[in-house]
């Protein structure tokens, strides 16, 4: 009874409360058809999951082909129904240009956070060819000039944005320095990558550094590890700890 009457009452308060233009109207009837639909929101499809180990999921989701698309170093919000509840959270688009352009698909990699409510969702929850939610991609974290020198200093899943652009910036032979902070070298995301990535480019320089084994970010770290000309552009993303 209450699962039929539910969505019967969400409709009536929406549609009686949200009066302020006619998607608002609309949004309530589409809802019944497509739960966990908002308007300014796109369909995108699960492709995989995996998970890359105890801490954080990769996701692979395919947009319909209404979604504008993303520039690298962009966030979406991300939407689902959580006990018949619209939940989202924020996360950053972890995937090449390339994949959207030849795929058109996109990739997030997520921390899980155990007392969560959403990630947790995800995890155990979501699985391949399940339906979710989008917004427009958001944001503007990407180098502001191409030929400069650049220095990338990324703690945990703060690496995700700096996926996504570095090898653009590598491929117009850009010098890059990067310095990924996580505590063991199961954390380092992506480093098989960034590994072949330096090995193919000389002026790539992957620095993939444990908490655990050589501690934080410090100024001394720094001295050690770089040159002045490897910083004439610095970008930092994510916690160090």
């Given at each position: 009874?209450n699962?039929?009457?539910?969505?019967l009452?969400?409709?009536?308060?929406?549609s009686?409360?949200n009066?302020?233009?006619?998607?608002?109207?609309?949004?309530?009837v589409?809802?019944?058809?497509?739960?966990g639909?908002?308007?300014?929101?796109?369909?995108c499809y699960?492709?995989?999951?995996?998970v890359?180990?105890?801490?954080?999921?990769?996701?692979?989701?395919?947009?319909?082909?209404?979604?504008?698309?993303?520039?690298p170093?962009?966030?979406?919000?991300l939407?689902?129904?959580?006990?018949?509840?619209q939940?989202?959270r924020?996360?950053t688009?972890?995937?090449?240009?390339s994949?959207?352009?030849k795929?058109?698909?996109i990739?997030?990699?997520i921390?899980c956070h155990?007392?969560g409510?959403f990630t947790?969702h995800l995890l155990?929850?979501v699985?391949?060819?399940?339906?979710?939610y989008?917004?427009e991609?958001k944001?503007?974290?990407y180098?502001?000039?191409?030929?400069?020198?650049?220095?990338?200093i990324?703690?945990g899943?703060g690496?995700?944005?700096?996926?996504?652009f570095?090898?653009q910036q590598?491929?117009r032979?850009?010098?890059?320095?990067?310095?990924?902070f996580?505590?063991?070298?199961?954390?380092?995301?992506?480093?098989?990558?960034?590994?072949?990535?330096?090995?193919?480019?000389p002026?790539?320089?992957?620095l993939?550094?444990?908490?655990?084994?050589q501690g934080?970010l410090?100024?001394?770290m720094?001295?050690?590890?770089?040159?002045?000309?490897d910083s004439?552009h610095v970008?930092?993303?994510g916690?160090?700890?």
């Amino acid at each position: 009874m209450n699962t039929t009457l539910n969505p019967l009452k969400r409709f009536v308060n929406a549609s009686l409360f949200n009066n302020t233009s006619a998607i608002g109207w609309l949004a309530p009837v589409i809802q019944l058809r497509r739960p966990g639909w908002q308007p300014g929101l796109f369909r995108c499809y699960v492709t995989s999951k995996q998970v890359i180990n105890q801490h954080v999921l990769q996701l692979s989701l395919k947009p319909s082909a209404k979604w504008p698309g993303f520039k690298p170093g962009q966030h979406i919000e991300l939407n689902t129904l959580i006990d018949g509840r619209q939940q989202s959270r924020t996360f950053t688009i972890s995937s090449s240009l390339s994949l959207w352009q030849k795929e058109g698909e996109i990739e997030l990699t997520i921390r899980c956070h155990q007392d969560g409510r959403f990630t947790p969702h995800l995890l155990s929850a979501v699985s391949s060819g399940d339906r979710l939610y989008i917004s427009e991609a958001k944001g503007d974290f990407y180098p502001e000039t191409e030929n400069s020198p650049l220095l990338l200093i990324a703690g945990g899943t703060g690496i995700t944005p700096f996926a996504s652009f570095i090898d653009q910036q590598v491929k117009r032979d850009t010098p890059v320095t990067l310095l990924h902070f996580a505590p063991t070298s199961d954390d380092h995301l992506f480093s098989q990558h960034f590994t072949k990535l330096s090995q193919q480019h000389p002026h790539f320089r992957y620095l993939p550094m444990s908490t655990q084994k050589q501690g934080y970010l410090s100024r001394e770290m720094l001295r050690q590890n770089l040159s002045e000309s490897d910083s004439d552009h610095v970008m930092v993303c994510g916690l160090m700890d």
